[in-house]
């Protein structure tokens, strides 16, 4: 048994309340009022105390979007390094992408990295299985034997579904099965050799620009087939303006299309980038400042149901590259939380309540887990949180193998400091 006492807890109305946790066999066994004496009763002599006073107490944050490296890149990350990252970053609950080697297209992959994250036993590692094989869109996977293997969806990320029949099939297959299709949506045709978003930066430094309809081109097909077969549809990292509006009007009409949104696109406009480093490199890129804003416009109204990282790891001899050259990607895990909150909630743009939620219960309800709550009987996959320590993003202090980030010397507030997976501490400072 383990009791976190004194943990400032949002409530339904948002408001924070002080309680006590009581923890058994895993799940959250009771709640108690915390501005009274825990009732040793019905806590055990030998409990574990932890005192949270003065620390905010969440649901184990969820991240539906993330890269392992494993197998076939186990020198960008592993998924014992990744579930590490991700547990020091408060997450508890993390959704990986198949772009490994070999492509997670088969039930042998599948159960592989399903066996690695549980002999890791850090964080609970949901694989999302890819919807051609290898990825390369000429031919579908085999869904069903996919779903059994343990796939809780179907996307290609990495690169975007471009034949249109072929999408349409796999939404078609994917809805009889009731699965999600997961889209990364780029229109190869109008991206090129382009590395970063079409702009001032891209003018300024003589490199191809990657145009906002190479995304939302994508999505507005997506939409139309969506609507044609009835299937869950939801976006990747959105970013851009247009991609909005249209995943905002599907809505409106009821098409079941939902839609995720990262830090950085939240947070960085393609004016901010610096130089020719390509630890600002990443896909989608970082675009106008306009399409920042309609991101954030995005995810307060709700057009953007839920905060992805996207954590992409390379090595530090591949960003070294260049900026044409370098791989597209940033790592995420541990930095995610502290920026939103510094950025958006300590400013008083967003409640605590909205960010806590696009991280926790929202992600668990698009993807119907069982995750995402601080409630009696619920898993006591639980994250505490400092709101008032003040650190500086460190890259040498990463848990994650990547060193690629932009954030670096940020000075943020907002860390996490213990994670629980099933009632185990899996990550404390
Ligand atoms: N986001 C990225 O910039 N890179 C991702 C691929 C992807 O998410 O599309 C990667 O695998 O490195
Ligand atoms: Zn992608
Ligand atoms: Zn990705």
């Not at 590259?321 to 958006?344: C, N, Q, W």
Request: net charge negative; aromatic share 6%; glycine share 10%.
């Amino acid at each position: 048994m383990h009791i976190i006492t004194n943990a400032s807890v949002l409530n339904e109305q948002g408001e924070l309340e002080k309680k006590h946790i009581i923890i058994e066999g895993g799940t959250i066994h009771s709640i108690q009022d915390g501005n009274k004496e825990w009732s040793a009763a019905e806590v055990g002599a030998d409990a574990r105390i932890t005192d949270a006073a003065g620390k905010l107490v969440t649901p184990g944050l969820i991240d539906m979007h993330v890269h392992l490296r494993e197998p076939g890149y186990e020198h960008k990350e592993t998924i014992e390094s990744g579930s590490r990252s991700a547990a020091k970053g408060g997450f508890t609950t993390i959704a990986c992408m198949p772009n490994t080697r070999p492509v997670t297209d088969n039930a042998e992959t599948l159960r592989l990295i399903q066996d690695k994250a549980k002999e890791a036993g850090l964080v609970k590692v949901l694989p999302y299985a890819a919807i051609t094989i290898r990825e390369l869109g000429r031919e579908l996977t085999d869904f069903e034997a996919l779903k059994e293997a343990g796939a809780i969806g179907f996307t290609d990320d990495g690169v975007g579904v471009q034949n249109a029949q072929m999408m349409k099939d796999a939404m078609r297959k994917a809805a009889s099965l009731g699965m999600p299709v997961i889209a990364h949506c780029e229109e190869n045709s109008l991206v090129e050799k382009g590395c970063v978003a079409e702009g001032k930066f891209a003018e300024r430094h003589g490199l191809v620009g990657i145009p906002n309809e190479s995304e939302a081109i994508h999505v507005g097909r997506d939409i139309l087939l969506a609507e044609a077969t009835g299937v869950h549809y939801h976006v990747c990292h959105v970013s851009t303006e247009q991609s909005i509006r249209l995943i905002r009007q599907a809505k409106s009409i009821g098409i079941h299309v939902t839609a995720e949104v990262c830090p950085h696109h939240l947070l960085l406009s393609e004016e901010d980038i610096p130089g020719l480093d390509a630890n600002w490199k990443m896909n989608p890129p970082l675009r106008s400042r306009r399409d920042v804003e309609a991101c954030i416009e995005g995810l307060l109204d709700g057009t953007l149901d839920i905060i992805v990282t996207d954590h992409a790891p390379h090595t530090e001899e591949e960003k070294a590259k260049g900026m044409e050259m370098a791989p597209f990607g940033i790592v995420g895990f541990e930095t995610a939380f502290p920026l939103l909150y510094t950025k958006f909630v300590e400013t008083g743009l967003w409640d605590l309540s909205t960010l806590v939620q696009r991280m926790t219960v929202e992600p668990a309800k698009v993807f119907g887990l069982e995750q995402g709550r601080l409630e009696v009987g619920a898993p006591a996959d639980l994250t505490m949180i400092d709101l008032n320590s003040e650190k500086v993003v460190d890259p040498e202090q990463f848990a994650t193998k990547g060193r690629n980030t932009p954030f670096t010397g940020w000075k943020l507030k907002g860390w996490p400091v213990t994670t629980w997976m099933n009632g185990n501490i899996v990550w404390s400072e």
